[in-house]
């Protein structure tokens, strides 16, 4: 149990907070789940220092080396301090342990000081990184439960007692994060839409790092992120190593021919609207990769989000000749069957794929499994080519 003082603290904290915090805007959870050249052993590559960002004190050495990660840079500086630069978003010095954080640094670095060994993992899909490094025994406390992992280590963490559930991301348990002495929250973007909730978080004086692979482009760029979080835990030969080897299965993937079939990949919203991903998105790539059409290529849209919300009438023009819709449930998993679809809306009757049958549902797990890219990419080729359902891990034929 939790003593007086340290409650008192946490309700006097957040009773400062709120007086300062604006009102939050909506939580859009149907809209984003919140969903390679020669490298040295550190996975880092030699760079011009005038690239890099001056840190006061230290001195440039090298940048990670990327292949199709777009979305952040690793810049590693002398006595092992490096700065992970998540682009569009926020830049974090990780200072290594025993050492202090350098004077004069900008006010927009968060600072991660190592060891990082009590984490709170609110993502989801930064999971079966970390344990592909071998790092989730860092992760203290978690935003799922049990029920709510995919990963196996971390669901058998939460039942051996060596992982605690500490509520969602917009609804953590701040008591237990500071009684914990939570060292990093780790958010997914959905943290965006609860600012009040990031504002307490940082404000009880722990950094709140937000996972933005689900923005990359290129599936590879979005497993690329292990390199990320290998820095992060100096794991980088484990991540570089698991990297190189998810980057040959799909090498091997993508002499698949083109069967020209196209495919609507979405979901249907609270609001009733037809969400689909950005033609620039991984989910996208991967459908081209696996011999297919996304139907919704030359969709125009500026926002910059991987999901898209459009209209049904939208959807209807551009899908209803579609050969394959594949609905993703591991945003909206109430989708069972062809009859749960159609109550959603009965304009889904009149869809080619429906009428011939060729509606399908993604697991739930699906967004979870950041290091197993290749076999969605395979499910999908299989569907293309009428291969067998049974050989598919992520995708289930609705009847």
């Avoid at 899909?125 to 799922?144: R, Y």
């Avoid at 953590?172 to 994060?177: A, K």
């Avoid at 996208?284 to 011999?291: L, R």
Wanted: proline content about 3%; some cysteine.
């Amino acid at each position: 149990m939790y003593n007086r003082k340290l409650k008192y603290k946490i309700l006097s904290v957040f009773a400062a907070a709120v007086m300062t915090f604006t009102a939050i805007t909506p939580v859009w959870a149907e809209e984003e789940n919140a969903e390679t050249t020669e490298a040295s052993a550190d996975g880092s590559s030699d760079e011009s220092e005038s690239t890099a960002p001056e840190i006061p004190g230290l001195t440039y050495e090298s940048t990670m080396d990327l292949s199709f990660a777009e979305c952040f840079d690793v810049y590693y500086y002398n006595d092992g301090y490096k700065l992970l630069d998540v682009h569009d978003d926020a830049r974090y010095l990780v200072v290594p342990e025993g050492k202090e954080t350098p004077d004069g640094l900008d006010e927009d670095i968060r600072v991660l000081q190592q060891p990082l060994d009590t984490i709170y993992m609110a993502a989801t899909s930064p999971m079966a990184l970390f344990d592909a490094i071998g790092s989730v025994d860092s992760i203290k406390l978690s935003g799922l439960d049990a029920s709510g992992w995919y990963i196996q280590a971390a669901a058998d963490a939460i039942n051996n007692g060596d992982m605690t559930f500490a509520g969602k991301y917009d609804e953590p348990d701040y008591e237990l994060l500071v009684g914990d002495d939570c060292d990093l929250a780790i958010e997914s973007t959905m943290i965006l839409h609860a600012p009040k909730v990031q504002e307490m978080i940082e404000t009880l004086g722990i950094p709140v790092f937000i996972d933005r692979s689900s923005y990359e482009s290129q599936p590879l760029g979005r497993t690329e992120w292990i390199k990320l979080y290998g820095a992060m835990m100096n794991k980088e030969e484990e991540a570089n190593t698991f990297f190189d080897q998810q980057a040959q299965i799909i090498e091997k993937l993508k002499g698949f021919t083109n069967t020209e079939k196209t495919v609507a990949f979405f979901y249907i919203n609270t609001s009733g609207s037809p969400v689909v991903r950005s033609p620039k998105d991984y989910i996208s790539s991967m459908i081209e990769v696996a011999g297919g059409r996304n139907v919704f290529a030359d969709l125009q849209d500026d926002s910059g989000k991987t999901s898209v919300s459009i209209t049904m009438e939208e959807f209807y023009n551009t899908a209803v000749d579609a050969d394959y819709l594949i609905y993703n449930s591991s945003i909206d998993s109430s989708v069972k069957s062809i009859d749960d679809l159609l109550a959603k809306d009965s304009l889904m009757a009149d869809f080619k794929a429906v009428k011939e049958g060729n509606v399908w549902v993604t697991d739930d797990s699906m967004y979870q499994h950041t290091d197993t890219i290749g076999e969605l990419i395979n499910d999908l080729n299989l569907m293309f080519t009428d291969g067998n359902e049974e050989d598919m891990t992520f995708l289930h034929k609705l009847s």
